[in-house]
């Protein structure tokens, strides 16, 4: 568990002790403030809600399910509830809890508890936001990703994993069927666990230069509207490419994370062709 809770201070704001962590870990050189804020406050926020929710922001629905797990163990719900810091540090704690407990029933309880955390708001997120990290962060964070993709699917195999889909992928709406270039449309793009991907701002700097248009500062809201607005059927195209890219991402997890996988396969592929009819209206 002490892996878990050295990976969880360093997803959060560099300080005093991240350099000897990240030696430790043999990661390399310690992440840098600046490093920092450009992966996990500019491009990857590191909150469940924002990859979980119905939109693709902090809070809502999601965050509310996080925090009727922090209730359910009797715990006091804090701040930052769905932080990724904060979820990985409650999994460290409960797992230390489950070792120290000398009655079996209890322990038993935290052994579920535990359990629960991993696939229900753990497994069902992280290794979409992992592979993100690892793809577009620095040298530091690239091994941070891996290491901790790898101990999470380690701590997967350790247990019986559930038949059912964790409920914030059961009650995750899917992508909208209309074809048009509405806000609806354009908030089911960036939400992560109905489209089945995730678009940073450094991918829409991307597909900007990709396509010779314009890119605006701001949020990835404007910047995509914007980009839609010089030349949608373009974009979307893009847009289709990307996905098609996410659906062997997923499925390279099938084995160790089975329905989860396959989920978040089928929400790219959703997306794939939704985006491929809409920039060929003429074949559909």
């Given at each position: 568990?002490?892996?878990?809770r050295?990976?969880a201070v360093?997803?959060?704001h560099?300080?005093?002790e ?6 430790l ?5 310690a ?8 992966l996990?406050?500019?491009q ?11 939109e ?13 797990f922090?209730?359910?163990?009797g ?16 999994y460290?704690?409960?797992g ?6 000398p009655?079996?029933?209890r322990?038993?309880?935290l ?19 992992l592979?993100?990290?690892?793809e ?10 891996r290491?901790?993709?790898?101990a ?9 994993a ?6 914030h ?8 069927d ?9 908030v089911?793009?960036?939400?992560p666990v ?7 701002r450094s ?15 701001g949020?990835r809201?404007f ?10 059927a ?10 098609g ?5 997923h ?10 996988a396959?989920f978040w396969?089928?929400?790219a ?15 559909t």
């Open positions: 568990m002490e892996l878990f050295a990976l360093l997803a959060e560099p300080r005093e991240t350099a000897a962590l990240a030696q870990l043999k990661l390399g050189r992440p840098s403030a600046t490093e920092y804020s450009d996990f406050l500019f990857l926020y590191p909150y469940a809600s924002v990859y979980l929710g119905a693709g922001m902090l809070g809502g629905e999601a965050a509310d399910r996080v925090a009727g922090w209730r359910a163990i715990q006091t719900v804090p701040k930052e509830l769905d932080h990724l810091a904060t979820l990985l540090g409650l460290a704690r409960l230390d809890l489950q070792t120290s407990e009655a079996d029933d322990r038993s309880a052994g579920r508890a535990r359990a629960a955390l991993l696939f229900e708001h753990l497994l069902c997120w992280l290794p979409v936001f592979e993100k990290a690892i577009i962060g620095p040298p530091s964070y690239v091994e941070w990703g290491l901790l993709r790898s999470l699917l380690d701590e997967a195999a350790s247990f019986e559930p038949e059912r889909l964790p409920l992928l059961r009650e995750a709406p899917g992508l909208l209309g074809s048009d270039g509405s806000h609806e449309v354009q089911a793009l960036l939400a109905r489209c089945g991907i995730i678009l940073t991918d829409l700097h991307r597909a900007g230069r990709d396509l010779g248009l314009g890119v605006r500062a949020e809201r910047v995509l509207n914007a980009l839609l607005e010089q030349d949608p373009a974009v979307m195209e893009w847009l289709a490419g990307e996905a890219n996410w659906i062997g991402r499925r390279s997890y099938s084995d160790a994370l089975g329905p989860i396959t396969a089928d929400r592929a959703a997306m794939a062709r939704f985006a491929s009819q809409w920039s060929h209206p003429a074949n």
